[in-house]
């Protein structure tokens, strides 16, 4: 029993060491005291964020986020959890921010706030070369992919909700689909390659990353026109307003002087920084 | 290998099951149909274009291959080492296997770029959080084990109900569990402790069961024999119980160590960038996602197949040991 001691010890001092203070307001502060923020974002997600060839961060994501930081005066460091668990909230000082394309909505600002919108991406339809399908709406009642607990999920079980100033309208075009989720809607393609109909009929993905497929070699078209507009966000943890307040006018900076823009095109070749 | 002290007949000399053979090999071809592979192209000059053959071409060359792979297990047959048999299938399935993954058209220039990372970056981090969490877990064991051999119901209960909880959750859960809940009760743990504290909970949870086994397989009667000379529990454990169970829990520990080293992958959900975290984002960019899969799972065999050579590195001393 004399081993019990000092391993509880440890256990107990190793918890202590790594709580982080999360007392709501304080995140601004800590940013500015320590000069580093700590952001997250997706490994999955090229164009948006994805490990390049020297093994590092990049994407348009990533960019955005450095500026933030830049604009801040912190040095930044990437964090990757998965998706869910970023949109679960309740970071306890985990990560400061979130800068990875996420769309704001009314269930999600009840745990999450979103300060600005800094870009807005339209959201397509993906079919197999050899499919006959020529218009969205030909695909009801079919097999359709998409990566779990998002926008794109909530659309094809008709429970979107966008609530962010300047989105444009949309309507639901494919009725009753069979929805296959998967870990990121990148898996789905995945699936889609293999064949019109083998394991999915479809796949409801951000434009820039099916597009992004395409160009290498993916044997997919894009159907129609783009279902929605989705409007991305950059994300903090409820309760510090300043950093609020902070970020929204950073953004809203980077969005006047054409910095927005500038990363835009560099990453996707369009503009998608403005609404259209 | 057991010794057995009748000889039979080897298999691969009675001509009936090498017809047998020969029959159930030439159907499943026939259903694959190699008229396509590389036997029908070798047939080329003698069948001409392999899309034309048809099925006259579908039964040649289904013919063609199930002579050849019997040939070759005839082969194999008449080898008289055991070992060089058994290297020589061994190679033979690795071949197989190497080519099958070659047929995927991977771009090895990729897998060559990234390797050195997956290397440093993601065994590296895979072997450390199993290292560290399989000494944790050994601790626990041992507690547990006592604990659940004791007579004292209040230890009884606690070590069953832990044993029997984390035995019963996926681990997965665990992790998501441990990462999500302490915050809520006000430690925020990072991501590479938390899957720490989870892999060592659950193959805690299974080691006291081993433990536990080791220790009950020691007779009693020498627990009995200690105790009329007078030694303290601490003593009888550390002198006379433990070192003659350690031979019996090292094996399956060893095993347990290896599970973990796969199970180790389930951390890649909360960020870390071990292994199996690497093998999912690295090929995302350029949509290599097979090379790095495969690359992974490569290095993912080579680690188990070293581990499993110093595990049966560490059987053979304590074996040695014993018949001393």
Known sequence: ?276 | MIQDTVTEDIIMRKPKFIAFLFTTIFICFFIFDPSQSIVGHLLEPALGDPEKSGFYGRCVTASMSAVLLVLNLLAISWIPNFRLQVITVWLQLLILFLSFFYSFDLSFEFIRSKIWFMVTQGIFTTLYVSAISIVIASFIAIIGAVAKMSSNGFAYAIASFYTSFFRGLPLLMQVYLIYLGFPQIGYVIDAVPAGIIALSLCYGAYMTEIFRAGIMSIDHGQWEGSRALGFKFGLIMRKIILPQSIPLIIPPTGNQFIAMLKDSSLVSVIGVWELMFLARTLGNKTFNHMEMLITAAMLYWMMTMVLELIQSRIERKYKKQQSR
Do not use: C
Not at chain 1, 19 to 34: E, P, Q, R
Not at chain 1, 151 to 169: C, K, M, Q, R, S
Not at chain 1, 222 to 232: A, D, I, S
């Open chain 1, 1 to 276: 029993m004399k081993l019990l001691k000092p391993l509880l010890g440890t256990l107990l001092i190793a918890g202590l060491l790594s709580v982080n203070s999360a007392n709501a307001g304080a995140v601004l502060d800590k940013i500015m005291s320590s000069k580093t923020i700590k952001i997250a974002t997706d490994a999955n997600w090229p164009p948006q964020s994805f490990i390049n060839d020297d093994n590092k961060m990049d994407g348009f994501d990533v960019d955005v986020a450095r500026e933030i930081a830049k604009r801040l005066g912190a040095e930044v460091e990437f964090i990757t959890p998965n998706w869910d668990v970023i949109t679960a909230g309740n970071w306890y000082g985990r990560w400061d921010m979130h800068v990875g394309s996420m769309t704001p909505t009314k269930q999600r600002a009840k745990v999450l706030s979103f300060p600005a919108v800094y870009y807005y991406t339209p959201a397509s339809v993906a079919v197999h070369k050899s499919s006959k399908v020529s218009q969205v709406s030909a695909l009801s009642g079919m097999k359709i992919g998409t990566g779990t607990g998002t926008t794109f999920e909530l659309y094809l079980n008709h429970d979107l909700v966008i609530d962010a100033e300047g989105a444009p309208a949309f309507s639901y075009e494919i009725d009753n689909p069979v929805v296959k989720s998967y870990e990121t809607s990148v898996v789905a393609l995945d699936d889609l390659r293999l064949g019109n109909g083998v394991r999915l009929d479809g796949v409801v993905s951000s434009l820039p990353t099916i597009l992004e497929a395409i160009n290498n070699g993916y044997p997919l078209k894009v159907v129609g026109t783009p279902v929605f507009y989705e409007p991305l966000a950059v994300t903090v943890d409820l309760g510090d307003n300043e950093l609020n307040a902070k970020v929204a006018s950073i953004v809203a900076a980077m969005r006047t002087d054409g910095t927005l823009t500038t990363i835009s095109k560099k990453w996707y070749g369009v503009d998608y920084a403005t609404v259209k």
